[in-house]
């Protein structure tokens, strides 16, 4: 490896010069740098913000100052070399301007001299130049005038004519002066001022005639809401005479007066036109009562303002515009029509101006719809009428409702009917006011129904419940008219005779007839065939007799303050009044016509409600003359101690069996199923009351005294069973009820012990309506009728001891017998 050459020792002479070099291009850099930044504030025009940022942001804030102050004491210096160049030359200028200064003076007066001079000599000339200048143009003036006014007279004259057809309110002639002034006249003068003043005028003058038309549709809009009811009230009443009804059933009893309000001035001239008669009315033609009676509806009112106001908006391109206004107005108009009057279910006359106003509104409509085109059009006639007929559907159910007179609803319902006959004449669907009036039926129904129930109970207030006595062949026949009654043995009898019924039967039977015709009256009109009308009436009447005539009766039955006599003549009269149901039934058919569809036919329902009413009445009976009897029993007093019989029954039973017999011949009209079934209830209870005397637990002690008394009321009881106290009672089974005592005190009173005993269970025994149990109860109450003797004497005979044996030995058998029952009951 080769040596290295040694290294040379560094020239720091050298170094040092190359470091001094490296800061001074350093410091002239910086310099350039700065002054480039001066250069460019001095020269920016814009903003200086990126320049500022570079001086800000370089470490040599300080320098760049330092140099700043350089650049401004040299600009200070050039500035003030500058000013010393130049100012010897602004001096000398100076001096040159206040010598110029003086001479100008003089100049200025010598030509004020010169002027005054040429003014002087020229003044005459000048006045009589202007003279002639004057009178120049006065003369040109004049051929001028002369000139334009033979142009402008015709423009004048149109537009006086303009004005005076705007005065009188002909507002379509108006319209054709104003075009022809536009389109002919006023550019024949576009050169005068009034020419562009009445261009500028035209369009306002437009919209002038626009508004006097619409103003005047709108008093028509108003006549014709307030003359809606007048124009219906005649189309109603011209309907009704087409259809064969009753036109006076339109007019009102009050003729509404309105107030109207002064008439507005001409939107032309200002002016205020007089007020005409008191009562006069510019849309509605005024005609005398005889002629209203041949003219329409439609030829009461004056549409001339629609067909006017509908031509003039059509020319002037806003046909649109009209129709759309016109149709909303309207509109309005029909809701207020359909909103019905307060308390519109208080008077008859508020249906009607309610009927007459949507009539009315809708025979303007249809006439509007047939002699112009496009106004209003089918769709739009179709909308409205759904509209009203909705909303006249639920006003008419809502006063309906709050209607308590079936005179008011038969009135309203002929209006409905009116109604429905005026507006289909027009064309319109009136199915659905059809149907409402079905619903409105059944509110009459019901109205009538409430009013029935007020009759029957007023009815069967006044009745005296005892058979109707006639003393006349006139009184005869008048009852015999008014119910369909036959009976051939009480036409043979004398006067005075003696219907089987009460009054309330004629008067039932002629008020359920009433209200038959009542319901019928309600379906006149409605186009219904035979056969429905039947249906109707026939539900109508199946409603009040089985709902209210039978809830009538029902109450009846159960007041409590009615006797026996007259719960018994109230069945008596369910009996004819169930009879009567079969002429009830053929009256409808006479009446409603339709006999000759009898198979179709539906029954009514009176002849169950009447037997359910009856059978009320029996079961009301029988608990009666149980209270009756109750009161009789009531009355016996027994001494159970009696040692012997009186020889006769008691007393109570005595007056118990005179009651029973005097109760009972009442009964001879009852069906005799219901007199046997009274009589055998009143045995059976009496039976029964009987028997708890004997088995009453507060009676301890018993002697065959008061046994044999007590037989002797039995046999009293029992010869009152035998003596038939009611037709058909022969067969023996009153005398069944009185059974069980009848063995059970032979039993006691023939003291038959052995044979009981020995027969008992068996079906052929003679006591077998004995029951151990009662034989126990009752020989316990002899026996201890026996121990009170037994202590009373203090030696017991022979035979009684024997008796006390065999006493003893039958209690302890029965006793027995008893449980043996039981155990074969549990078992």
């Excluded at 009176?606 to 009445?617: E, H, L, P, V």
């Amino acid at each position: 490896m080769a040596d290295e050459p040694p290294k040379k020792p560094p020239d720091w002479k050298q170094l040092t010069d190359t470091v001094q070099d490296a800061d001074t291009l350093r410091q002239e850099s910086i310099n350039a740098h700065h002054d480039h930044l001066i250069t460019e504030i001095e020269t920016s025009d814009g903003p200086l913000g990126t320049s500022l940022r570079a001086v800000y942001e370089g470490d040599e804030l300080s320098r760049f100052k330092e140099r700043l102050g350089e650049h401004i004491k040299n600009h200070d210096k050039e500035i003030e070399r500058m000013c010393n160049y130049h100012y010897q030359g602004f001096i000398d200028s100076i001096r040159e301007l206040l010598k110029v200064s003086v001479d100008a003076a003089k100049l200025r007066d010598e030509i004020q001299d010169v002027d005054n001079n040429l003014q002087q000599s020229c003044d005459p000339l000048m006045a009589k130049g202007e003279e002639l200048v004057k009178c120049r143009l006065v003369q040109g003036n004049i051929a001028s005038a002369v000139e334009n006014l033979n142009l402008c007279l015709p423009v004048l004259e149109m537009y006086g004519k303009l004005q005076e057809q705007m005065k009188t309110k002909r507002y379509y002639p108006a319209l054709k002066t104003l075009e022809q002034l536009e389109h002919t006249y006023l550019p024949r003068v576009s050169t005068h001022w009034f020419s562009q003043t009445m261009t500028e005028a035209i369009p306002k003058l437009r919209d002038r005639i626009k508004e006097a038309s619409m103003v005047d549709l709108k008093d028509f809009l108003e006549n014709i809401r307030k003359h809606s009811a007048k124009i219906g009230e005649v189309a109603m009443k011209h309907a009704a005479e087409q259809n064969n009804m009753d036109p006076s059933i339109v007019h009102s009893s009050k003729k509404a007066k309105t107030k109207r309000a002064p008439k507005p001035p001409n939107p032309f001239t200002g002016e205020v036109e007089e007020e005409e008669e008191e009562g006069a009315d510019t849309s509605l033609i005024p005609h005398s009562e005889e002629e209203l009676a041949e003219l329409s509806a439609q030829d009461l009112i004056d549409f001339s303002p629609v067909y006017r106001c509908l031509h003039i908006y059509t020319v002037l391109g806003d046909r649109e515009k009209f129709e759309t206004y016109y149709r909303k107005q309207r509109r309005k108009q029909a809701r207020l029509s359909l909103q019905p009057p307060p308390n519109m279910h208080t008077m008859i006359d508020n249906y009607k101006r309610y009927f007459h106003d949507i009539v009315g509104f809708f025979v303007v409509e249809d006439h509007i719809l047939s002699t112009t085109q496009g106004l209003v059009n089918r769709a739009y006639m179709d909308e409205l009428w759904e509209m009203a007929v909705s909303k006249l559907a639920a006003s008419l159910r809502t006063s309906a409702a709050s209607c308590r007179e079936a005179s008011m609803m038969l009135d309203i319902k002929k209006l409905i009917v009116l109604f429905c006959h005026t507006l289909r004449g027009y064309g319109f669907s009136v199915g659905r006011l059809l149907e409402l009036l079905l619903e409105m039926r059944d509110q009459y129904s019901d109205i009538l129904t409430r009013q029935w129930v007020d009759i029957f109970n007023e009815i069967f207030k006044e009745d005296n419940y005892t058979p109707i006595y006639v003393e006349s062949q006139q009184e005869y026949t008048c009852i015999i008219t008014q119910f369909p009654f036959q009976d051939e043995e009480l036409e043979r009898e004398h006067f005075p005779k003696r219907f089987p019924f009460s009054e309330f039967v004629p008067n039932i039977y002629n008020q359920v007839k009433a209200y038959i015709n009542a319901c019928l009256k309600f379906s006149a009109d409605l186009h219904l065939s035979h056969t429905e009308i039947d249906d109707m009436i026939r539900k109508s009447t199946n409603l009040l007799l089985t709902r209210t005539l039978g809830g009538c009766l029902s109450s009846l039955i159960k007041t409590p303050n009615l006797t026996l006599l007259q719960l018994i003549q109230i069945a008596i009269n369910m009996n004819y009044l169930e009879q009567s149901c079969t002429y009830l039934e053929e009256y409808i058919s006479s009446i409603t016509g339709a006999q000759n569809d009898s198979a179709h036919l539906s029954r009514l329902h009176g002849t169950s409600m009447f037997k359910d009413a009856r059978s009320d009445a029996e079961e009301h009976i029988y608990k009666q003359l149980n209270l009756k009897i109750d009161e009789f029993l009531d009355l016996a007093s027994y001494d159970w101690m009696l040692a012997d019989a009186r020889g006769h029954a008691s007393g109570y039973v005595v007056d118990l069996v005179a009651f029973l017999q005097s109760t009972f011949m009442s009964f001879t009209n009852l069906p005799e199923k219901v007199a046997k079934t009274s009589c055998m209830s009143a045995c059976k209870h009496i039976a029964n009351c009987m028997m708890n005397f004997l088995l009453d637990n507060d009676i301890r002690q018993m002697s065959m005294g008061s046994l044999q008394q007590f037989n002797l009321d039995v046999i009293q009881c029992e010869q009152f069973a035998a003596s038939e106290p009611v037709p058909g009672s022969k067969d023996g089974t009153l005398q069944l009820a009185f059974a069980d005592l009848r063995q059970l005190l032979d039993l006691f009173l023939n003291w038959d012990w052995s044979l009981y005993l020995a027969d008992y269970g068996q079906v052929s025994s003679k006591y077998g309506r004995v029951k151990p149990n009662v034989a126990i109860s009752l020989l316990e109450k002899l026996n201890n009728s026996d121990k009170k003797k037994n202590n009373l004497f203090s030696a017991l005979k022979k035979g009684e001891r024997d008796k006390k044996k065999l006493l003893d030995t039958v209690l302890r058998q029965l006793r027995g017998l008893a449980n043996g029952t039981a155990t074969q009951v549990q078992s």
